[in-house]
């Protein structure tokens, strides 16, 4: 079966929508993204004290928003409260930042009372943005939160969002539980099914075309370096398409750098940066 992933070919992903030009991970920034030409949504999903799947890129609320604690252990009624663009500084190429002068923080005060700039359900992501490619990571697992695995793939069904959103996650066993659960929705590998491909071309080509022709996910999320390593080279992305996966590659905010891969042959970039990036991408 041909990969669909590979046809829609270069999908330009806002990481937490945009996070370096507009507060992470609320509509605003996504809103923002899309209108600047980028082609797809990098979030993060947590799951909430009562069972509500919501977008926040860390496990705790402090960083961006204006509350503090564990996101699995808040209400969505607390959540809900919270000015998820408290520590953002436009131009400050940061996703949040402290020590500024308080008329800096120019989108602070905003929400709750206008949700834009909140913190958003993944549920009204996959209703309002429903033509746009959207990368899910999920990042909490047990025992650090009740495991949420199957009630991301549920909503991704109930939203009728399978042609269009991949789910991701650093956790190996995340991901072997979406596959095991529906094998409709579409995964990148993990890492260490990304190390097993790795290690396989150090081998040989044809190696690492058979590692990944034995494995379901559609797409191989890599930073261009891991340390030293220059994970996406030329070499990585040919084997991976040899075997008919999509490489991605995150994250990454310097034009020069998005051409450099593009050139490679890379399916899709992954940045903090919309409006650079969009630039460079080319528009279908």
């Known amino acids: 079966m041909a990969n669909k992933w590979l046809e829609q070919r270069v999908i330009g992903y806002a990481h937490q929508g945009g996070a370096f030009e507009a507060p992470a991970s609320t509509f605003y920034a996504m809103d923002n993204a899309i209108k600047l030409g980028m082609t797809g949504l990098e979030l993060d999903i947590h799951r909430s004290a009562d069972g509500v799947l919501i977008v926040m890129h860390d496990e705790s609320v402090d960083r961006t928003s204006s509350g503090e604690g564990r996101v699995s252990d808040l209400t969505w009624e607390e959540l809900s409260a919270l000015d998820n663009s408290y520590w953002f500084v436009p131009d400050s190429m940061e996703a949040n930042s402290v020590g500024h002068p308080p008329k800096d923080y120019v989108y602070r005060g905003l929400a ?29 697992a047990s025992p650090n939160s009740l495991p949420y695995e199957t009630q991301v793939v549920d909503e991704i069904v109930a939203g009728g969002a399978i042609d269009r959103v991949m789910v991701a996650s650093f956790r190996d066993s995340s991901l072997f539980a979406v596959r095991k659960y529906n094998s409709e929705i579409s995964t990148s590998a993990g890492p260490g099914e990304v190390s097993e491909f790795y290690f396989a071309l150090l081998n040989s080509f044809k190696s690492a075309v058979a590692v990944a022709l034995a494995v379901p996910y559609v797409a191989f999320q890599i930073p261009h370096f891991y ?46 940066c919309p409006s650079v990036v969009s630039k460079v991408i080319p528009r279908k």
């Open 227 to 272: 340390g030293e390593i220059e994970l996406a080279t030329k070499e990585f992305i040919d084997a991976a398409h040899a075997a008919d996966k999509a490489v991605h590659v995150w994250t990454i905010n310097d034009p020069a750098e998005v051409e450099l891969l593009l050139e490679r042959g890379a399916d899709g970039i992954i940045s903090d």
């Open 112 to 140: 709750p009372e206008n949700p834009e700039f909140g913190i958003a359900l993944f549920s009204e992501i996959l209703e309002r943005y429903k033509d746009v490619y959207i990368n899910v990571d999920i990042k909490q």
